[in-house]
């Protein structure tokens, strides 16, 4: 996950070199290990979409008469594998792999299909943070928070397993927010 990618919708940066000074980046969540599980999880996503894309179309050129079944299940099945990959997509773009704060910047990078993508917003547009899954399901606790930012419809999902949180600090940019 480097610093590669495109940036988020454009941005007005700080230009008080003071304020540089006195905020300097500062990484608040990491998280490569499970990041990389992510990664392999959607490429096999990836690859059961492709697959399941040709078994349906096998399917539904095997099908003849007397086999008008064949059609509709090759046509659910290569409908289920585009869906699946296509969950895997989206998931990638709103896991988040890192944030850094700059002054009054958030920089958040998610997954991308090849490099790590950064979106760039003002603290202002932080919106909420919630905690979720605290409870335990079939014996496994796996919370996370979710960030919710303007002008975003799906919120960023931060695993809060990671190797670093400070969890407080993501809290408080939402503060800073609000007392802005």
């Known amino acids: 996950m480097g610093k590669g990618g495109r940036r988020g919708r454009p941005v007005r940066r700080p230009t008080a070199p003071a304020q ?4 300097p980046p500062r990484s608040i969540y990491e998280n490569r290990r499970q990041a990389r599980k992510v990664q392999w999880v959607s490429a096999g996503a990836l690859l059961s979409m492709v697959g399941s894309i040709w078994w349906g179309i096998a399917l539904i050129r095997g099908a003849g008469p007397g086999h008008e079944d064949d059609i509709y299940w090759g046509a659910f099945v290569a409908i289920f594998g585009l869906l699946f990959g296509a969950c895997a997509a989206v998931y990638r773009r709103v896991y988040a792999v890192r944030l850094v704060t700059d002054g009054a ?13 950064d979106d760039v917003y003002e603290i202002p547009d932080l919106v909420s943070v919630h905690r979720r899954g605290d409870a335990y399901i079939n014996g496994v606790q796996a919370p996370w928070l979710t960030l919710r930012v303007e002008r975003r419809r799906i919120p960023y999902v931060i ?8 969890e407080r600090a993501i809290r408080g940019l939402v503060r800073r927010r609000q007392n802005d």
């Open 105 to 117: 910047m958030v920089t958040v990078t998610t997954l991308g299909w090849v490099f790590a993508t």
């Open 159 to 166: 695993d809060v397993q990671a190797e670093r949180v400070d």
């Open 20 to 23: 540089r000074r006195r905020d």
